[in-house]
Every structure is written in structure tokens, then in C-alpha cells.
């Protein structure tokens, strides 16, 4: 099984739209005041995981194991995956800016970039997750 096949480009497609979607609508209720860094990126993700489970199920792996039996491996990845990833990229954005940049030098708020950096990482490891574990039930599905 190649780590790089056809099922990488149409989770990357299907992430591309779920990003788009997922990164208005948390920078708009961080810019509205509408909760914070956790809040808005936590609100944003289960909005859009739940189009992402589907479409990723049914395009990017294949994968014909019944919703009963893949939904829980899938939250699971999900929220494994945004742990790691927005509690690594507050921390890592911050320390990072700090030795690049002085403290005036952006329009935008540290949280705001790591909000950005979170999802980065974010898909890294949820494609991963998904891929090896959340979809990886149905043998002779996952892109092959």
C-alpha cells in the first residue's frame, strides 16, 4: 500500500473545501468576538467534520463498513487530531514569531496565525488517522 495514491489527492480536494469553510468560519467568530482560539476552532471543525466523514468515507477510501462502525473510529481520529495539532501550534506559533518578528510587525494576532498553523498540522495527522485507522476496516478499500 503506497502512502501517496489516488486516495491522498481526493482527501487533499475534499480537505481543500472543508478548510475553505472551516477557516471563515472560525476566523469570523474570532473576529466577531463570537469565542476565542478553542471555541472558534472547535466550533468550525465539528461543523465541517461531519461533511468531511461522509464524503471521505464514501471518495477518499472507499470504504463500505457500515457508518455505525466507522463513525466512532473517525471522531476519535478527529479529536485525537485537533488535540495535538491546535495545542502544538498555539505554543509553536508564538515562540516562532517571537524570533522572527517584532511584536509590532503584524496585522493579525498570534492566534489568528496558529489558527492557520492548526490547520496545517491538523491535516497531516487526520489524513493519516483516517486512512490507517477510521477507514482501514474494509480490506481492498482505501484507495487501492
Not at 44 to 50: C, E, R, Y
Not at 65 to 87: E, M, N, Q
Not at 124 to 144: E, M
Request: one cysteine or more.
Amino acid at each position: 500500500m503506497r502512502l501517496f495514491d489516488r486516495s491522498l489527492w481526493i482527501f487533499l480536494l475534499i480537505g481543500v473545501g472543508n478548510t475553505l469553510l472551516s477557516f471563515v468560519i472560525m476566523q469570523g467568530m474570532y473576529a466577531l468576538g463570537w469565542g476565542g482560539y478553542w471555541l472558534s476552532s472547535a466550533f468550525a471543525f465539528a461543523l465541517t467534520s461531519v461533511l468531511s466523514f461522509f464524503l471521505n468515507k464514501r471518495f477518499s477510501f472507499r470504504n463500505r463498513d457500515s457508518v455505525k462502525h466507522t463513525a466512532w473510529r473517525f471522531a476519535l481520529v478527529i479529536g485525537v487530531c485537533y488535540l495535538l495539532a491546535y495545542s502544538a501550534a498555539q505554543p509553536a506559533t508564538a515562540w516562532l514569531l517571537d524570533r522572527l518578528l517584532s511584536p509590532h510587525a503584524l496585522k493579525v494576532s498570534n492566534d489568528q496565525i496558529a489558527l492557520f498553523v492548526g490547520q496545517v498540522l491538523f491535516t497531516g495527522l487526520n489524513y493519516l488517522g483516517q486512512r490507517f485507522f477510521a477507514f482501514a476496516g474494509d480490506k481492498g478499500t482505501g484507495g487501492q
